[in-house]
């Protein structure tokens, strides 16, 4: 008698998702992945939901949307400064999920491991009566004691931005047509964020606090500043723009502040360690730029506009991106 | 100036979910939490997904909808033979859902972090424009070398289950009004899960193979004979079964032996280890029943029925429960 065929849910696993297993994962055939953690390192470890029609268009391509996955877990552990080790995914899709699109979201994790440096280590993959729905458990590891956090800011510690802020939030505009993005940069960057990784590596020691931004400038701002009991003062005119940014004029510009999906780091950065920051994002080819300052005081993002006049968080319209706002 | 009102979203979290923060959470308030493995043993890892409609029913109280999203992922550590460390946990909601909801989802939690001996690692919070879509990630560790696996059972070995057989797959009869259940001794079973952590963590040098039954009897033993590259033969009439299952008759005995939800542990063990196995029991208070033997040839499940016949595995009907099929 010939093996009956498996059922399509296991056929699904072992076409498109065995490939991506690595060590531990024990080929995904387990209740669970058995790994060791390397030893005399701490273990860090994040996990973050996308739901279709929320955080990606539901027409986005399956390979950019399992890189998005995937990115956005990273740029966690990049904000950690921490090396990335393995991940687990659950996949909830209509029943009617065609073949092809496991097929372009496994490649697109394929291609983002290889380039990361991680491999999966298990899951689940489900059928659900609405949009596609994914999480992803995203491992790394740190020597102990040099995980980055968000509570060591200091007072006269400056306030920093890796890359280019608010063309996650305008690229959002350009996927839904409210924006014109002639080269398409933006849209880009709204599907494909660029994990920090390289340089959250080389933050231990320099930066006081970090963590991506990835609800909005202002608002992730604030989180630090609760955590670290601090004030502080950004201009908007230090923020660095994206030229397809700037192009899109003046009147985006609190759309940059305040959107979403930006996936850079935020960081505390004393006056003492600037020469270094300066090395490390030389080293690691990402820019970085100073765009205000932590001082002593009630934990609020004050805002300096283009015209000199101040902000607080307090303001609705400042106050980032919230899932129950 | 006084501190502005946190995001709803934030506000949640800081409400429901940082009570249920343990060691390495860093208090939720990072982009991820940091541990240390405890030295000298593995990391047990998975995941696992739960949609309202499909693993659950969209007006199931959330304490319980917790307790079974938290208890599916721990039954999988049971089947690996390892102790439980910690677990994060993604939820999408409903814009509308209420502060009830997650009350009554974290006291889920609450209480069988308590019961099993785990805290909450991490998480992310969203919404979504469809069903709730849980997501739980579990960890958990061994001694090195000591997981169970479900590639180690060899000819002759018997084919053991821990508890009873069918209760869950008919609990979800109950549960949906297509069968009387009187006692509610079905739905409970559907709704609760019970890990059987102590027996899987008593099985090391005993079991040569173990998975948890949660897609039924009939499919999941299949896993061990492909893992293994052997047959089995059971016995419908060795089968455990609750006093409720019994009551429901013989006529679903078969959607007791192929419905998923079980949650008992499906073992290989050799005779030699059977007295070792029966103390095991004996010492965790869970029951386990020997169904029937592994043999070589084909990877395949036979089944004899009540009435002496042999099924194969090959038939549709006795596939088990697959999100694709």
Redesign the interface.
């Known amino acids: 008698?010939?093996?009956?065929p498996l059922?399509?849910?296991?056929a699904?696993i072992a076409r498109h998702f065995r490939p991506l297993a690595g060590p531990g994962a024990?080929g995904l055939?387990?209740?669970?992945?058995?790994?060791?953690?390397p030893a005399g390192r701490?273990?860090?470890?994040?996990?973050?939901?996308?739901?279709a029609?929320?955080?990606f268009l539901p027409d986005d391509p399956p390979d950019l949307v399992a890189r998005k996955l995937l990115r956005t877990n990273l740029?966690?552990?990049a904000?950690?400064g921490?090396a990335p080790l393995g991940y687990?995914?659950?996949?909830?899709v209509p029943?009617d999920t065609g073949d092809a699109w496991f097929a372009g979201f496994a490649a697109g994790l394929a291609a983002d491991q290889a380039a990361f440096g991680l491999t999966l280590?298990?899951?689940?993959?489900?059928?659900?009566?609405?949009?596609v729905?994914l999480?992803l458990?995203?491992?790394?590891t740190?020597a102990?004691g040099t995980?980055l956090?968000?509570?060591g800011a200091r007072p006269g510690d400056g306030v920093w931005v890796s890359g280019t802020i608010g063309d996650g939030a305008l690229g959002l505009l350009s996927a839904t047509r409210r924006l014109d993005d002639p080269t398409g940069a933006l849209l880009d960057r709204y599907r494909l964020p660029r994990p920090r990784l390289a340089l959250g590596l080389a933050l231990h020691g320099i930066a006081t606090a970090a963590?991506?931004v990835s609800d909005g400038l202002v608002?992730d701002l604030g989180?630090i500043c609760?955590?670290s009991a601090l004030g502080a003062e950004i201009e908007a005119g230090l923020v660095p723009l994206s030229e397809a940014a700037r192009a899109a004029g003046p009147a985006l510009l609190e759309t940059c502040l305040t959107g979403g999906d930006d996936y850079e780091l935020l960081l505390a950065v004393p006056q003492a360690h600037e020469a270094a920051l300066r090395e490390a994002a030389r080293a690691t080819g990402i820019a970085v730029t100073r765009i205000g300052i932590f001082r002593e005081g009630?934990?609020?993002v004050t805002l300096r506009a283009l015209d000199g006049s101040l902000h607080?968080?307090?303001r609705r319209d400042h106050?980032?991106w919230?899932?129950?706002?």
């Open positions: 008698m010939t093996m009956p059922p399509t849910e296991f699904l024990l055939g387990d209740d669970a992945a058995v790994l060791t953690v701490e273990l860090v470890i994040a996990a973050d939901a996308l739901v029609g929320v955080h740029s966690d552990l904000a950690m921490a687990l995914v659950t996949v909830s029943k280590l298990g899951g689940d993959t489900t059928s659900t009566p609405g949009p729905s999480s458990t995203i491992l790394g740190v102990p995980a956090r968000r509570n963590m991506d608002q989180h609760r955590a009630e934990p609020r607080g968080d307090g106050g980032g919230s899932h129950f706002a």
